[in-house]
């Protein structure tokens, strides 16, 4: 287990070492071709991350706040594709006829397959990108290192493909002072082509 | 030599053999070793000691802790048992964390996963696990690992000054390092079992927690269980092994303690199986759910986490099934109110909407605070007919 874990330490901080940083521009910023948000305070953001198709922001480094995008999943793709999936677990793959409790469902399993605690402390229907979404609300302990994280995601089945904005950060300190910025930011998302 | 490194070589449990070692038969007539002294600090069974008692400081506060009321003594109780004289210097922690594991470290710091807790039928099998890694406690098993990684870390040292055939070398010896050894892994075996009767449990359950194991691992073909357990990466489960084990405790007997047992599961069983679901390996789960029904048939809790596991998963012939467990569930009594939320779904993917309306509804009468009740609300609301 102990290996495991430095493993992954060491894995996410070989790739925070190695990938590329930006600093994303204010206005309109397009991710992945698909998705539009307006961008009004600064954001990092990272060309490659673990899953390459997950395009993610932070304020204070990828191992303490992330922003991710998960723009435009079609049917039948994975959520967050990894190098191997693990034989014999679920695989997290959207269906385009999925309902918000399917989605979240998806979602919890990607927070907690790693061995972390998850709870749910509200999940509530939200317009998002102009359509009926959702908004997570959840409370997490990452198991790697412990750190009790808040986290929140807005979502929404657009023309069959999912997309879903997801931010997370330590409880103390952090989340509060950034969630104000998240939700502004997440208000101006909007479906491009 | 990073601390990290020591860690995992303190609490990973399976050793390699000292070159050449052999190891004796353990008996009925087996001793257990004297109390262990702390070791001097300056030699490398101290600085392992060192870094363990590091390691259980984080433990102590670890959000992972599971402090329900009594559950730690109930485990300590049951270790004093097996540890005799021992019992002193072992302490038990139980960590919340969905897969079938449970260490010791050299220190005496023993942690149980609760993922074992949910999967062991009684007391006589926690017991048996129990008593296993305290066989590699008083047989030193971490500090012969530890030396013999040394050995085989200076060997690859050694021939890496030969490139490319030398870093073959070094990860020949790295995974070497992880490996198990047979002869350590049954002698745990063995005092496991001589513990194990001491204290008056059946010996036979001990073969029934790894052939329970094995069945749940048959459940995905191909599967690598090192890869998806702990446990399972340093404690490779045989059907060998559980075969020796029914062997020498053929013909004997004892207590099981499955009623104190279930007792004590029984306020944490809800959450634990919530965890076993969001592992999302969910043919591993219907296995073990089948199991706990075969014992406890008719179980509400049961019945429903049988019937969501078969939902989420949905295959050919799954909806029809989970409806039936989640109906059971209901006719049998005091099933969990998210019961009715998994009928309310499986009846709308199944286009019966007016059960499906029933059943949210009931859901939110049993559980208005639900966390997604005000989704539930919504998804009612859009069903009603437009006026």
């Given amino acids: 287990m102990m290996l495991r874990r430095c493993a992954l330490a060491a894995a996410v901080l070989l790739l925070a070492a190695c990938a590329q940083v930006s600093k994303v521009a204010d206005g309109d910023v397009v991710v992945r071709e698909r998705l539009v948000v307006t961008v009004d305070t600064p954001w990092n953001q990272f060309e490659r991350t673990m899953a390459d198709k997950v395009p993610t922001w932070t304020n204070e480094g990828l191992t303490i706040d992330a922003l991710q995008f998960f723009v435009a999943i079609k049917d039948g793709e994975l959520i967050s594709p990894t190098p191997s999936e693990p034989k014999g677990q679920r695989p997290l793959v959207f269906r385009a006829g999925m309902q918000a409790a399917e989605v979240v469902d998806l979602f919890q399993t990607l927070w907690t397959r790693d061995g972390s605690s998850l709870t749910i402390d509200k999940v509530a229907p939200e317009a998002f990108m102009g359509g009926n979404g959702f908004r997570i609300d959840y409370s997490r302990v990452r198991k790697v290192d412990e750190v009790r994280l808040q986290g929140v995601a807005w979502g929404v089945v657009h023309n069959g493909e999912l997309y879903v904005i997801h931010y997370s950060a330590p409880r103390l300190a952090f989340f509060g002072r950034y969630l104000p910025r998240v939700e502004a930011l997440a208000k101006t998302a909007r479906a491009r082509g | ?387």
């Fill in chain 2, 1 to 387: 030599m990073n601390r990290r490194r020591w860690l995992g070589w303190g609490c990973a449990h399976c050793a390699c053999a000292l070159a050449g070692a052999a190891w004796a038969e353990v008996g009925a007539d087996w001793a257990p070793p004297p109390r262990f002294t702390r070791p001097d600090v300056g030699s490398d069974e101290g600085g392992l000691w060192a870094m363990m008692d590091r390691e259980e400081t984080r433990l102590r506060r670890s959000p992972f802790r599971m402090r329900d009321a009594g559950l730690e003594g109930y485990l300590q109780r049951i270790v004093c048992k097996l540890g005799g004289e021992h019992c002193p210097d072992m302490r038990v922690y139980a960590v919340r964390t969905p897969h079938f594991n449970a260490s010791m470290a050299p220190n005496g710091m023993m942690q149980v996963w609760s993922g074992l807790l949910l999967r062991v039928e009684n007391e006589a099998q926690l017991a048996a696990v129990l008593g296993h890694e305290i066989g590699h406690f008083m047989q030193r098993h971490t500090l012969a690992r530890l030396r013999d990684i040394r050995s085989r870390t200076a060997f690859g040292t050694f021939i890496s000054m030969f490139g490319l055939v030398g870093a073959v070398g070094q990860l020949a010896t790295i995974a070497g390092a992880f490996g198990f050894s047979r002869d350590q892994e049954r002698e745990a075996d063995q005092i496991g079992l001589v513990l194990l009767e001491r204290a008056g449990y059946d010996p036979r359950e001990a073969a029934r927690v790894w052939d329970n194991l094995i069945a749940e691992l048959a459940a995905n073909p191909g599967n690598d269980p090192a890869r998806n357990s702990p446990m399972f990466a340093t404690h490779p489960p045989s059907a060998e092994r559980a075969q020796a084990l029914a062997e020498r405790a053929a013909g004997r007997s004892g207590a099981l303690g499955e009623a104190d047992y279930a007792a004590r599961l029984a306020p944490l069983r809800f959450e634990l199986l919530a965890d076993e679901l969001k592992r999302g390996r969910f043919d591993e789960t219907l296995v073990l759910l089948d199991r706990m029904l075969q014992h406890q048939p008719g179980q509400a809790e049961l019945l429903y986490y049988r019937g969501e596991t078969r939902r989420q998963r949905n295959q050919v012939g799954d909806l029809g099934l989970a409806l039936d467990d989640l109906q059971a569930a209901v006719h049998e009594g005091g099933e969990p109110p998210a019961t009715h939320r998994a009928i309310g779904y499986l009846c709308r993917d199944l286009r019966q909407p007016e059960a499906s309306r029933q059943a949210f509804e009931r859901y939110l009468e049993l559980a208005p605070q639900a966390p997604d009740a005000a989704l539930i609300r919504h998804a009612l609301d859009e069903g009603k007919p437009s006026s």
